[in-house]
């Protein structure tokens, strides 16, 4: 099956700066979204992003199908960043929501 | 909108002990899906839907079952519950391609 492997593992951020997370995957998919699961649990959708580029404020996603991977880009962070990011996709045909999880990053942010 | 809405928010069980995870949407989404998080992992698909009547099994099904009988419901039924299925569960619900996926907040389930 499709191979999901998020990078890095963890992240301990200070206050402010800026981090890059990677999710590469091993097949063609037409579904691939970043989720925040908080320090409470909940899982948050930041980007529904099978291609292209998207920006949310701080936060902004580039997936490049064609090289099989997605970046996520957090500029100025803040401790309320915290959490895990998690990447997910689908395949084709049929894969809205059967999403395949990876393993996700552990971010801290200090003050 | 109350969004995905999962009840109970704990549970506890005794092994062989059956019992339904809730999951009722308000977005009249036709995608529906069950996941389970163990420690430390991402995701894993349980059972999912594409619309009422229609449900089909994900990468971990055995041990459960499910129903669509109306767009807004799609519980979890656990039949025989065992100390693996401890874990939390999470609903989520969505329009189709084109458009993300919402979580409800999770049920954390202990199996002793």
């Known amino acids: 099956g499709i191979q999901v492997e998020q990078s890095p593992p963890d992240l301990i951020l200070q206050e402010g700066a800026n981090s890059t997370l990677r999710c590469n995957f091993s097949?063609?998919?037409?579904?691939l979204q970043w989720f925040h699961q908080n320090p409470w649990g909940q899982l948050i959708n930041l980007f529904y992003?099978?291609?292209g580029t998207k920006q949310n404020g701080r936060l902004s996603a580039t997936t490049v199908a064609t090289e099989r991977y997605s970046l996520l880009y957090i500029s100025s962070s803040q401790t309320t960043d915290s959490g895990v990011y998690f990447c997910a996709v689908g395949l084709s045909p049929g894969g809205y929501n059967k999403l395949i999880f990876g393993a996700g990053t552990r971010l801290a942010v200090h003050p | 909108n109350a969004g995905v809405t999962q009840t109970p928010k704990f549970q506890v069980l005794k092994t062989g002990q059956s019992m339904t995870l809730q999951c009722a949407q308000d977005?009249?989404?036709?995608?529906m899906s069950w996941y389970r998080q163990d420690p430390g992992m991402g995701l894993r698909l349980i059972h999912y839907?594409?619309?009422?009547?229609?449900?089909d099994q994900g990468e971990v099904p055995n041990g459960y079952n499910v129903s669509r009988s109306t767009t807004e419901d799609f519980p979890l039924r656990l039949l025989s519950a065992a100390p693996s299925q401890t874990s939390v569960y999470f609903c989520?619900?969505?329009?189709?391609?084109?458009?993300?996926?919402?979580f409800g907040n999770g049920t954390r389930l202990t199996v002793t």
């Open positions: 992003i099978p291609s």
């Open positions: 839907s594409v619309g009422a009547g229609i449900t």
């Open positions: 989520a619900s969505g329009v189709g391609i084109g458009s993300p996926l919402h």
């Open positions: 097949d063609s998919v037409n579904n």
């Open positions: 977005m009249n989404h036709e995608y």
